[in-house]
């Protein structure tokens, strides 16, 4: 087993190998960017070096750097975590050169998956089932557009080198095939070097399913069985589970066999996950189709060893270091069933548009890290309180993940979770994942790659709190510290009388009025305290009492009228964050003077709406464009996103030009809007 080993990526990956290699008493060694200089990550690891500025062009993809630390530091292998140069060939075989083991497959088995029209003919040799589609070297675009037309759409358009959906394009119609084409070269370009794409026949009602596979040196290999990845938005995983619902014992072999085929094929050592398309046929049978291969760890991980009862990551290393499989395939056994969510700082309201910010509150449930949690319940993450999600970097937070002895077990331990996932600070898709969780399709495994948009109407713009209940949470808290503050004393030890909040009045009710915005609307509550101490409170049309303490968990334990919930609240500014559990919310106490003047308002501005790249323009100054036509494209997070014109108008100036770093808000450019 190795003394020490490097690993050379960020957050919360970076995390969970320096949690097994400790526990391994393996000591580490972490890298880190400017953004990163105060990460988690790096207070993980026994050791770190600096190797660059934020971008991951300037720090994470600089593979000559991370070399030169692990060797200076006397590394005797790197783990690549995923993303960044997990499957690249050339770092792999730049750590052998080196005399470094690389913690993954050897560099002809990333090689061989790694482009996926190649992967795709290998795997055909293989006997593996594949889906109808084009994998050839010819690039021409009216040859793919030739080949999309033979093959009959809706066809899928995917980067040759790609992953995490980044590259990829569903085209529904011929005459859109070209527009998405370019976009889909484009990305993957920028992101992976290389702007070969393969088309595909788009499988209607499709699962993701996945096989864990793991190969030694010593010829031996094995499945971990599988993961059902098919709630997805922009082809990227929203949760994960296993083992997958509805899947036959007879089935799961087939696709265990198939998977160890393709990682025989190339002689594949360590973690891989084979991916997989499965067809829902009509008479409910499947069938399934190899989509790729993934020559790494997986996010998604955490699931099968809470099924399987084992440390993926020590696996691993010890493959690494020359031992055997520690297991054999008759001696893994499913037990029970565990999902896994990704919380996302994005903005599922808003088409996900990636968010920015400082965590200024960070509460999980209660869990153990890197490990199976004896509630259940596991978190992984790469941040603290107070961190701040960069535009740098992907948008992931933290990943969620429970374990029952059923699906309806870990599905009701998921739900309690998130609703005990407290996120103030920037915008997260918490909420959204709890109305997914408890979507009719997913409470039913009725699962396939379309739940979220055939679900929409349940999924999005979702208020679960209320109105009455959003005031009253927010009264209440007001109150307390209110109370809080008359109650403290001075040097004395005396409480100035006067000071106090207890509604004594000589003569008639105590009248207070509280100016409120709630969902965009301005709201007026009134609050009544009568000499017989209740407090009544008016909100709209509906007046209650009022009843409020706090709860030695911190909660406010709120009553107002027949109803009545414990909630946390925190103020930020103006704005209270109020979860419950049945849901969060916000609500703002407005004030006036504060907001005097506001409501000036500019037209024909387009802003950027988060911090990132303007990757491209597609009009100049003079330019007539009509309602929704593509003005620019932004890239942020890994992601491109288009801004379209927002009415009838003509352009009048650009402020920025492509290459350009913009911040959140910032005027993209000009346009007279028709009248």
Same mark, same amino acid.
């Given at each position: 087993m190795f003394n020490k080993i490097l690993i050379a990526n960020r957050g919360e990956i970076a995390c969970r @190998?320096?949690?097994? #290699?400790?526990?391994?008493? /393996?000591?580490?060694? #972490?890298?880190?960017?400017?953004?990163?200089?105060?990460?988690?990550?790096?207070?993980? =690891?026994?050791?770190?070096?600096?190797?660059?500025?934020?971008?991951?062009?300037?720090?994470?993809?600089?593979?000559?750097?991370? /070399? #030169?630390?692990?060797?200076?530091?006397? !590394?005797?292998?790197?783990?690549?975590?995923?993303?960044?140069?997990?499957?690249?060939?050339?770092?792999?075989?730049?750590?052998?050169?080196?005399? $470094?083991?690389? /913690?993954?497959?050897?560099?002809?088995?990333?090689?061989?998956?790694? $482009? &996926?029209?190649?992967?795709k003919q290998l795997m055909e040799r293989a006997g593996v089932p594949l889906v109808p589609g084009y994998h050839g070297a010819n690039q021409d675009p009216a040859l793919l557009q030739a080949e999309a037309d033979r093959i009959g759409y809706p066809v899928l358009i995917k980067a040759s080198a790609g992953g995490g959906g980044k590259g990829m394009r569903a085209v529904d119609k011929s005459e859109d095939f070209a527009t998405a084409l370019a976009s889909c070269k484009r990305e993957a370009i920028n992101s992976f070097g290389d702007d070969a794409v393969l088309i595909e026949k788009y499988v209607q009602r499709p699962r993701h399913i996945e096989i864990q596979v793991f190969g030694d040196t010593h010829g031996n290999y094995?499945?971990?069985?599988?993961?059902? =990845?098919?709630?997805?938005?922009?082809?990227? &995983?929203?949760?994960?589970?296993?083992?997958? %619902?509805?899947?036959?014992?007879?089935?799961?072999?087939?696709?265990?066999?198939?998977?160890?085929? !393709?990682?025989?094929?190339?002689?594949?050592?360590?973690?891989g996950t084979v991916e997989f398309i499965v067809e829902q046929r009509p008479d409910g049978s499947m069938q399934f189709f190899f989509m790729e291969m993934n020559t790494r760890l997986q996010v998604e991980h955490p699931v099968t060893e809470a099924i399987t009862g084992q440390d993926l990551v020590e696996w691993q290393l010890r493959v690494a270091s020359g031992?055997?499989? %520690?297991?054999?395939?008759?001696?893994?056994?499913?037990?029970?069933?565990? /999902?896994?969510?990704?919380? =996302? !700082?994005?903005?599922?309201?808003?088409?996900?548009?990636?968010?920015?910010?400082?965590?200024?509150?960070?509460?999980? %449930?209660? =869990?153990?890290?890197?490990?199976?949690?004896?509630?259940? @319940?596991?978190?992984?993450?790469?941040?603290?309180?107070?961190?701040t999600i960069s535009p740098f970097y992907d948008s992931m937070v933290a990943k969620l993940i429970v374990h029952g002895s059923?699906?309806?077990?870990?599905?009701?331990?998921?739900?309690? !979770?998130?609703?005990?996932?407290?996120?103030?600070?920037?915008?997260?898709?918490?909420?959204?994942?709890?109305?997914?969780?408890?979507?009719?399709?997913?409470?039913?495994?009725?699962?396939?790659?379309?739940?979220? %948009?055939?679900?929409?109407?349940?999924?999005? &713009?979702?208020? &679960?709190?209320?109105l009455g209940l959003a005031c009253a949470a927010l009264v209440a808290h007001t109150l307390v510290g209110e109370q809080s503050l008359a109650a403290t004393r001075d040097a004395r030890g005396w409480i100035d009388p006067w000071a106090q909040r207890d509604n004594w009045r000589s003569h008639g009710p105590s009248l207070r009025s509280f100016a409120m915005e709630f969902q965009g609307q301005p709201q007026t509550v009134r609050l009544t305290a009568v000499h017989d101490g209740d407090v009544l409170l008016q909100v709209a049309t509906d007046e209650a009492v009022l009843r409020y303490k706090v709860l030695s968990s911190g909660a406010l334990d709120v009553a107002w009228g027949s109803q009545r919930a414990a909630y946390h609240v925190y103020k930020k500014g103006d704005v209270a964050h109020v979860f419950t559990a049945r849901g969060a919310t916000q609500i703002v106490a407005i004030d006036a003077l504060a907001h005097a003047g506001d409501g000036v308002q500019e037209g024909g501005r387009l802003t950027a709406p988060m911090p990132g790249k303007v990757v491209s323009f597609s009009v100049k100054a003079g330019d007539k464009v009509h309602k929704g036509q593509a003005l620019a494209v932004m890239e942020a997070m890994k992601m491109e996103h288009t801004i379209a014109a927002p009415a009838d108008g003509v352009v009048g100036e650009l402020l920025f030009a492509p290459g350009d770093q913009v911040t959140e808000g910032s005027e993209l450019l000009r346009m007279e809007v028709a009248a």
């Open positions: @190998v320096a949690a097994t #290699a400790a526990r391994l008493a /393996i000591k580490t060694v #972490a890298v880190y960017s400017d953004a990163d200089a105060n990460a988690k990550h790096v207070a993980a =690891c026994d050791e770190a070096v600096y190797i660059g500025g934020s971008s991951p062009k300037d720090s994470y993809l600089r593979w000559e750097k991370i /070399i #030169a630390a692990a060797q200076a530091t006397g !590394a005797q292998a790197i783990h690549p975590g995923y993303g960044f140069l997990s499957e690249n060939e050339e770092f792999a075989q730049a750590c052998a050169n080196a005399g $470094l083991v690389f /913690i993954g497959p050897p560099p002809s088995a990333i090689k061989d998956m790694g $482009l &996926k029209a190649e992967s094995v499945y971990l069985f599988e993961r059902d =990845c098919s709630v997805q938005r922009r082809h990227q &995983k929203v949760l994960e589970e296993a083992p997958a %619902p509805g899947m036959t014992s007879e089935m799961r072999a087939q696709m265990g066999l198939a998977a160890v085929a !393709a990682a025989r094929a190339v002689n594949y050592v360590g973690a031992e055997p499989l %520690p297991l054999m395939q008759d001696q893994l056994q499913i037990q029970g069933h565990a /999902i896994e969510a990704r919380i =996302c !700082a994005e903005n599922p309201d808003n088409n996900f548009l990636p968010a920015t910010g400082t965590l200024h509150v960070y509460g999980l %449930p209660a =869990c153990t890290t890197f490990e199976r949690a004896d509630g259940g @319940v596991r978190v992984d993450s790469g941040v603290r309180q107070g961190d059923s699906r309806e077990e870990a599905l009701a331990r998921l739900d309690t !979770a998130l609703a005990q996932t407290h996120i103030v600070g920037l915008a997260t898709n918490v909420q959204f994942l709890r109305h997914v969780t408890t979507s009719p399709s997913f409470a039913n495994a009725d699962l396939d790659t379309a739940l979220i %948009p055939r679900e929409a109407d349940v999924l999005f &713009k979702q208020e &679960k709190v209320g």
